[in-house]
């Protein structure tokens, strides 16, 4: 297939009087594991429900595959899989039986619901009435149940909520393991951003209903430089030089004696030309980057401001 597995063109919503979200463009390729991060309230929810066919958008696109879903909605949403808030099952059957139904449903293999039970670590609840389940394990169960058969697109709406610190590691696990092996497309938003850090490879941070930054998280974050360490013949002479002339800069020396500054990318001509003229070249410059955390806190206050 080409083209992105997910195209979302001029989403916006209405709630009665509330704008819950103003125009969201955002595209994922084939085997991304996206995190869609976004505040409280941002729109990350009402994003998913309209891809997941549960609201309409009060205007905008979405298309699947390159299908538009307003136009043909059943093909448009072939191979896609939504979890959205917490999955419902038949009470009275087995967490086993709910997904050997599912399968049959997907027309998937049901040797796969063992695989999936295993790998949600449910193995030894598997023949327990779902009704008796713990929020955390229901959890895992619709995970589970998303990923029977051979998805292409899996919409996970804060997968993690619920989940204890060893079964988030796991699931982290578990979908890099569909992602690598089974070429699964994941788009997911999540609040806690170091799971994002963690298992994401692309990253869009929405903002009152707006999209405020896209893409690769690795390019992101470099672009997201916010100082230098620095080594010279004589750091405390290059400080100096730079107090002089730049205190925004905010020159000082770390414990171990090596030169920081504050400054990005655009600093780098200027600090190198001052260095040189104060007769204390760089020996080594190390850009200093920021964590998403800051990052993300950057982008949402600065729409907020
Ligand atoms: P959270 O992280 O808190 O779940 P979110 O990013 O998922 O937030 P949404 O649930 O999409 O945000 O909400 C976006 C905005 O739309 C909020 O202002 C919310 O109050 C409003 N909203 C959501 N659902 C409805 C609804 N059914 N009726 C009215 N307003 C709604």
Do not use: W
């Not at 083209?3 to 390729?29: N, W």
């Not at 709910?98 to 670590?121: E, I, Q, T, W, Y």
């Not at 690769?216 to 004589?234: W, Y």
């Amino acid at each position: 297939m080409s083209g992105p597995v997910l195209e979302v063109r001029g989403l916006e919503k209405h709630y009665g009087t509330v704008h819950a979200l103003r125009g969201i463009d955002l595209s994922i390729d084939e085997g991304a594991i996206y995190g869609f991060l976004g505040p409280n309230g941002a729109g990350k929810t009402t994003t998913i429900r309209i891809i997941a066919g549960l609201i309409q958008a009060t205007a905008g696109s979405v298309a699947l595959g390159g299908i538009d879903l307003r136009e043909d909605r059943i093909r448009a949403a072939t191979g896609l899989r939504t979890l959205v808030e917490v999955p419902s099952f038949y009470p009275a059957m087995s967490g086993r039986t709910n997904l050997k139904l599912f399968a049959r449903l997907a027309k998937a293999d049901p040797k796969d619901v063992d695989r999936l039970l295993d790998a949600v670590g449910l193995t030894h609840a598997a023949d327990r009435a779902v009704g008796g389940y713990s929020l955390g394990m229901r959890q895992r169960l619709g995970i589970a149940q998303a990923l029977v058969g051979k998805p292409r697109l899996v919409v996970l709406d804060e997968p993690m909520n619920g989940l204890d610190p060893a079964a988030m590691h796991e699931m982290r696990r578990l979908i890099r393991e569909e992602r690598d092996q089974r070429g699964v497309t994941f788009f997911l938003s999540s609040h806690l951003l170091h799971d994002v850090e963690l298992l994401c490879d692309e990253v869009g941070i929405i903002h009152e209903g707006r999209m405020v930054a896209e893409g690769r998280l690795k390019t992101l974050l470099s672009q997201a430089i916010s100082g230098f360490r620095i080594t010279t013949v004589n750091n405390e002479a290059a400080a100096t030089a730079l107090r002089a002339d730049r205190m925004d800069l905010k020159p000082r020396l770390d414990p171990d004696g090596a030169l920081l500054i504050d400054g990005d990318e655009t600093t780098l001509p200027y600090l190198h030309r001052t260095l040189v003229d104060a007769g204390t070249p760089a020996i080594e410059i190390i850009p200093l980057r920021e964590s998403l955390e800051r990052y993300f806190l950057d982008k949402t206050e600065g729409v907020m401001g």
